[in-house]
């Protein structure tokens, strides 16, 4: 079993809608919790982090966060096209940072 | 400020040969990474290291060895290259426990192996 699972999508929605992504951890002892977007061909870069169970919001962004199901969510409100990527969940303990396979979300106009 | 860089960006290999990636980053961050990325795979860790003089094994760290030489530098050698490394390489650093935590990517480098 990977120690980070996403469904692999990919997930298309309309502009404007809601996307939800998922994310689930194998590690209880998983300390933080990330979220990168994947432009193609690019670095991933950082959207949100949280580290606490609940909610986290940052603009269209919400990152939901529940360690006893070990269940880490993306929400991003008010969808464009420009969010097309993919997005990896990321899951840190102590030092070591690893990965999930990535969610490829198309926003269509 | 440079962050992480990586060389080369580019690189074609023939099975058997050796070479090894370069990174380096200017931030005084104190873990680094080295990631490789496959189509439909994410990023898998291939070895980490915490801090200087010491380094871990990730999840795939067969066929590599790499060196903390310094704070700054990070390097990942493939020994014998083969088929199955042919991937997108990214370093990788941080500092964690800061109440920012981020990972700071290199641009990644492009290998193929023939």
């Known amino acids: 079993q990977k120690e980070v699972e996403q469904n692999s999508g990919p997930l298309s929605v309309p502009e404007g809608a809601i996307a939800s992504l998922n994310c689930t951890y194998s590690?209880?002892?998983?300390?933080?919790f990330f979220w990168y977007r994947q432009y193609s061909g690019k670095s991933p870069e950082l959207i949100m982090s949280i580290y606490s169970n609940g909610d986290k919001e940052d603009g269209r962004f919400t990152a939901q966060l529940n360690k006893a199901s070990q269940y880490v969510s993306l929400l991003i409100r008010d969808s464009q096209p420009s969010d097309s990527a993919t997005y990896l969940c990321a899951v840190r303990r102590n030092n070591d940072m690893r990965f999930g396979a990535g969610t490829r979300l198309t926003v269509k106009p | 400020n440079a962050g992480v860089t990586q060389t080369p960006k580019f690189q074609v290999l023939k099975t058997g040969q050796s070479m090894t990636l370069q990174c380096a980053q200017d931030m005084n961050h104190n873990s680094m990474y080295w990631y490789r990325q496959d189509p439909g795979m994410g990023l898998r860790l291939i070895y980490y290291s915490a801090s200087e003089g010491t380094t871990d094994k990730g999840e795939v760290p067969n066929g590599y060895n790499v060196s903390r030489l310094n704070k700054r530098e990070f390097s990942l050698r493939l020994e014998s290259a083969a088929p199955s490394q042919t991937s997108v390489y990214f370093c990788?650093?941080?500092?964690w426990g800061q109440g920012r935590e981020k990972l700071f990517f290199g641009s990644g480098t492009q290998l193929s192996v023939l």
């Open positions: 590690d209880r002892g998983s300390q933080s």
């Open positions: 990788a650093s941080s500092s």
